[in-house]
């Protein structure tokens, strides 16, 4: 008889083999060996054999039909079956004598076998399975109801094998909050989005730049909030969040197309945020002779400004210029850190006020839950709409914890950091943006300016972004008391 060797290990996580397809191959060659077995081929497949459909087995099965082989040495008979269509197949041929024998490790299997005893083989190797499946599914739910996350970490986290938790990845997790807050800006696509990462420092395990499906996938996944999707349920989790949920909220909504920017061949770090002062119509971009210039659209056809080009090299120097008034002295940049911690100690009654009215939030949604309940069980609504209702409640319910547990955490937190890392950033603007590229030049621009009007070249109007607009503002060698009525009242 001609043998065919079969071995088989299952990819999916429901089916783990002890033996791998090397040691599998390694045993049955000994035993083909020992008995004198003639081998005619060695087949190996990596699938599960729970569905119909594996390509190796079938054409295994076509080799002994055409009369290349009539013999199978395999591991176990469920290599060879874990489903009854297959295993119906595979009885059929060794009843009909097309396979003249199955040799396992343990035993060996005849066409003169009771057929039953090979049912009773392939089907407890059916029943395996599907008591494996649910009891892996039975598993994962108890996971997700504790807050544990049973799969491989999304991007952005690791799965932490001592503990068995999910924790951020100190390398890959700071550009996770970098992609939502570009992105909600509404002044990037993908393309765009691939781009400026790589700019800081993004790259792929192999070095490379990410495809804009891995951004998009990023920008999708609400577990970076702190919740958990499973199969259209929510879940709270216990990892800890890498951005809020108003801004993932903010990404969907761009993506959705409420602020999806017009895709662009070329890039112009300034299109967008230079308008003109005689007509109030954007500046656009094109290359002449290689060089980039900006210029009015005359998008109201009575403007004469479109004849007037600004090469980018000048208008790179009127923004840099512009950022002079954000300049302040160590010294000052020192008071405002002080006076910023005063303001916090301050303030500690506000946040005990937020975290009050979340809590009523969170009470009127157990009254809501009860009024849907009470429709659908006088039959005022369907089933669906009462699912797809309940989905909802119990997403907002998840972000609502989220939010108290981080209004919880900033009580009595000190601001004083976020605020000298802005007048710092005010303080290096103009530097940074005359060293960056394309890319990081865009982001200063959008970071701390809105539209500039110009004319024949000169900056008419401008306004900075809050609160850089009252830094702007903000006598320079004036006394602190002005600067810090001006912030607040901003604040306000």
């Given at each position: 008889?001609?043998?065919?060797?079969?071995?088989?290990k299952?990819?999916?996580?429901?089916?783990?083999?002890?033996?791998?397809l090397?040691?599998?191959?390694?045993?049955?060659?000994?035993?083909a060996?020992?008995?004198?077995?003639?081998?005619?081929?060695?087949?190996?497949?990596?699938?599960?054999?729970?569905?119909?459909?594996?390509?190796?087995?079938?054409?295994?099965?076509?080799?002994?039909?055409?009369?290349?082989?009539?013999?199978?040495?395999?591991?176990?008979?469920d290599?060879?079956?874990?489903?009854?269509?297959?295993?119906?197949?595979?009885?059929?041929?060794?009843?009909?004598?097309?396979?003249?024998?199955?040799?396992?490790?343990?035993?060996?299997?005849?066409?003169s076998?009771?057929?039953?005893?090979?049912?009773?083989?392939?089907?407890?190797?059916?029943?395996?399975?599907?008591?494996?499946?649910?009891n892996?599914k039975?598993?994962?739910?108890?996971?997700?109801?504790?807050?544990?996350?049973?799969?491989?970490?999304?991007?952005?986290?690791?799965?932490d094998?001592?503990?068995?938790r999910?924790?951020?990845?100190?390398?890959?997790?700071?550009?996770?909050?970098?992609?939502?807050?570009?992105?909600?800006?509404?002044?990037?696509?993908?393309?765009?989005?691939?781009?400026?990462?790589?700019?800081?420092?993004?790259?792929?395990?192999?070095?490379?730049?990410?495809?804009?499906?891995?951004?998009?996938?990023?920008?999708?996944?609400?577990?970076?909030?702190?919740?958990?999707?499973?199969?259209g349920?929510?879940?709270?989790g216990?990892?800890?969040?890498?951005?809020?949920?108003?801004?993932?909220?903010?990404?969907?909504?761009?993506?959705?197309?409420?602020?999806?920017?017009?895709?662009?061949?070329?890039f112009?770090?300034?299109?967008?945020?230079?308008?003109?002062?005689?007509?109030?119509?954007?500046?656009?971009?094109?290359?002449?002779?290689?060089?980039q210039y900006?210029?009015?659209t005359?998008?109201?056809?009575?403007?004469?400004?479109?004849?007037?080009?600004?090469?980018?090299?000048?208008?790179?120097?009127?923004?840099?210029?512009l950022?002079?008034?954000?300049?302040?002295t160590?010294?000052?940049?020192?008071?405002?850190?002080?006076?910023?911690?005063?303001?916090?100690?301050?303030?500690?009654?506000?946040?005990?006020?937020?975290?009050?009215?979340?809590?009523?939030?969170?009470?009127?949604?157990?009254?809501?839950?009860s009024?849907?309940?009470?429709?659908?069980?006088?039959?005022?609504?369907?089933?669906e709409?009462y699912?797809?209702?309940?989905?909802?409640?119990?997403?907002?319910?998840?972000?609502?914890?989220?939010?108290?547990?981080?209004?919880e955490?900033?009580?009595?937190?000190?601001?004083?950091?976020?605020?000298?890392?802005?007048?710092?950033?005010?303080?290096?603007?103009?530097?940074?943006?005359?060293?960056?590229?394309?890319?990081?030049?865009?982001?200063?621009?959008?970071?701390?300016?809105?539209n500039l009007?110009?004319?024949?070249?000169?900056?008419?109007?401008?306004?900075?972004?809050?609160?850089?607009?009252?830094?702007?503002?903000?006598?320079?060698?004036?006394?602190?008391?002005?600067m810090?009525?001006?912030?607040?009242?901003?604040?306000?």
């Amino acid at each position: 008889m001609k043998y065919l060797i079969y071995c088989r290990k299952s990819t999916d996580t429901e089916d783990r083999q002890v033996l791998s397809l090397e040691s599998q191959e390694s045993e049955l060659k000994r035993l083909a060996e020992a008995n004198k077995l003639n081998v005619a081929g060695i087949l190996r497949e990596s699938m599960s054999a729970k569905s119909v459909g594996r390509p190796v087995f079938n054409r295994m099965l076509k080799m002994i039909a055409s009369g290349k082989a009539d013999a199978i040495i395999c591991w176990k008979l469920d290599r060879l079956a874990r489903n009854m269509v297959d295993g119906g197949q595979v009885m059929d041929l060794l009843q009909k004598s097309v396979i003249q024998e199955i040799r396992t490790y343990e035993s060996v299997h005849v066409p003169s076998d009771n057929v039953l005893m090979l049912a009773v083989h392939f089907g407890m190797a059916n029943q395996y399975i599907r008591d494996l499946s649910v009891n892996v599914k039975r598993g994962n739910r108890a996971k997700l109801d504790r807050g544990e996350w049973p799969n491989h970490a999304p991007f952005g986290y690791l799965n932490d094998k001592a503990t068995k938790r999910i924790v951020i990845d100190p390398d890959r997790g700071r550009y996770v909050p970098q992609i939502f807050e570009l992105y909600a800006t509404g002044n990037y696509g993908f393309n765009a989005m691939r781009e400026l990462m790589y700019e800081r420092g993004l790259r792929t395990r192999t070095g490379k730049k990410v495809l804009k499906s891995h951004i998009q996938r990023i920008l999708k996944c609400v577990f970076y909030t702190g919740i958990m999707e499973r199969d259209g349920k929510y879940y709270q989790g216990n990892h800890e969040p890498l951005i809020s949920k108003q801004l993932f909220d903010d990404a969907q909504r761009v993506m959705e197309g409420n602020s999806r920017p017009r895709p662009s061949r070329l890039f112009f770090p300034l299109r967008g945020f230079l308008t003109c002062a005689s007509c109030g119509c954007l500046l656009t971009a094109s290359v002449h002779k290689g060089h980039q210039y900006y210029y009015c659209t005359n998008g109201k056809g009575n403007c004469t400004q479109h004849k007037v080009y600004l090469r980018e090299e000048d208008a790179y120097k009127l923004v840099a210029n512009l950022f002079d008034d954000l300049i302040f002295t160590d010294r000052k940049i020192e008071l405002m850190y002080r006076a910023a911690k005063e303001d916090t100690e301050k303030n500690g009654g506000e946040q005990i006020a937020t975290l009050s009215q979340l809590n009523k939030i969170l009470a009127s949604l157990l009254e809501k839950e009860s009024k849907l309940l009470d429709a659908f069980l006088a039959e005022q609504i369907t089933k669906e709409l009462y699912d797809r209702k309940v989905s909802d409640i119990q997403f907002e319910r998840i972000a609502l914890n989220n939010q108290i547990r981080e209004a919880e955490k900033k009580q009595g937190v000190s601001t004083l950091e976020p605020t000298k890392k802005l007048f710092k950033q005010a303080n290096t603007a103009k530097k940074e943006f005359l060293a960056a590229g394309d890319a990081k030049k865009r982001i200063i621009v959008s970071e701390l300016l809105w539209n500039l009007s110009l004319e024949n070249k000169v900056v008419r109007s401008l306004q900075y972004k809050t609160p850089f607009d009252v830094i702007a503002k903000a006598p320079k060698k004036g006394d602190l008391n002005t600067m810090l009525g001006g912030l607040e009242s901003d604040q306000d």
